[in-house]
């Protein structure tokens, strides 16, 4: 069992920059790779971005590639999404997830964090 949360969500004007973190609990979290996901107004949950189990490896959305980055810290049980030059269009619910493979979610979740982008 993992249980994550989410925090970091706020709302910022286009441009700027937003840190979310997921923290988690659960001796299955280092071993999981874990991702991002967001669901905007009316539209399905989409995949961001995800990191392998080491935190060696990436991938990213074309969507937020050059903006985003996901890092993690297995000590401290948490993943983190850095995202600069935010668009309205990032305007979303974001959520934590794990164990992710080949961008599909896992079975874990967290309760989501908004994030809105508007001048």
């Known amino acids: 069992q993992v249980q994550l949360v989410e925090s970091g969500g706020g709302l910022v004007q286009p441009g700027g920059s937003l840190r979310l973190s997921c923290a988690a609990s659960?001796?299955?979290?280092?071993?999981?790779?874990m991702g991002w996901f967001r669901q905007a107004p009316g539209k399905e949950r989409e995949f961001a971005a995800a990191i392998s189990w080491t935190g060696g490896s990436t991938s990213n959305a074309d969507s937020v590639k050059g903006r985003f980055t996901i890092s993690r810290d297995n000590a401290k049980n948490k993943v983190l999404l850095q995202m600069n030059s935010l668009k309205p269009e990032d305007t979303a619910v974001y959520y934590c997830?794990?164990?992710?493979?080949?961008?599909?979610?896992?079975?874990?979740w967290g309760q989501g964090t908004q994030v809105t982008v508007s001048s």
């Open positions: 659960g001796r299955a979290f280092s071993s999981y790779a």
């Open positions: 997830n794990g164990p992710v493979v080949a961008g599909r979610s896992g079975d874990y």
